[in-house]
C-alpha cells in the first residue's frame, strides 16, 4: 500500500489510543468489523471517505483531524 495508508493508519491509531478505545470498541462505534479497523491502522486497507466520516464520528473527533499531518512526518 502507498505511504498515506501507512501514515493515515499511525494517526488513528494515535487518536483511538489517545482516547482509551479498543480496535473492537471503536469497529463497534462507527459500524464497521474489528478485523477492518486493525487493517487500516496497519495501513493495508485504502480507506474510504464514508469510513473516515464513521471513525471521526465514533472517537468524537473530525475529519481532519485523523488525516496525517504532512509536518508531523518531516519532524519525525
Same mark, same amino acid.
Given at each position: !500500500?502507498?505511504?498515506?495508508?501507512?501514515?493515515f493508519g @499511525?494517526?488513528?491509531?494515535?487518536?483511538?489510543?489517545?482516547?482509551?478505545?479498543?480496535?473492537? @470498541?471503536?469497529?463497534?462505534?462507527?459500524?464497521?468489523?474489528?478485523?477492518?479497523? &486493525?487493517?487500516?491502522?496497519?495501513?493495508?486497507?485504502n480507506i &474510504?471517505?464514508?469510513?473516515?466520516?464513521?471513525?471521526?464520528?465514533?472517537?468524537?473527533?473530525? !475529519?481532519?483531524?485523523?488525516m496525517p499531518?504532512? !509536518?508531523? @512526518?518531516?519532524?519525525?
Amino acid at each position: !500500500m502507498s505511504d498515506v495508508t501507512v501514515r493515515f493508519g @499511525k494517526r488513528l491509531r494515535e487518536v483511538r489510543e489517545e482516547a482509551d478505545i479498543s480496535q473492537e @470498541k471503536l469497529a463497534d462505534l462507527a459500524g464497521l468489523h474489528r478485523t477492518y479497523v &486493525s487493517s487500516v491502522e496497519r495501513g493495508k486497507n485504502n480507506i &474510504s471517505l464514508v469510513n473516515i466520516e464513521r471513525l471521526a464520528a465514533a472517537l468524537g473527533v473530525t !475529519m481532519g483531524e485523523l488525516m496525517p499531518d504532512t !509536518m508531523r @512526518k518531516a519532524k519525525g
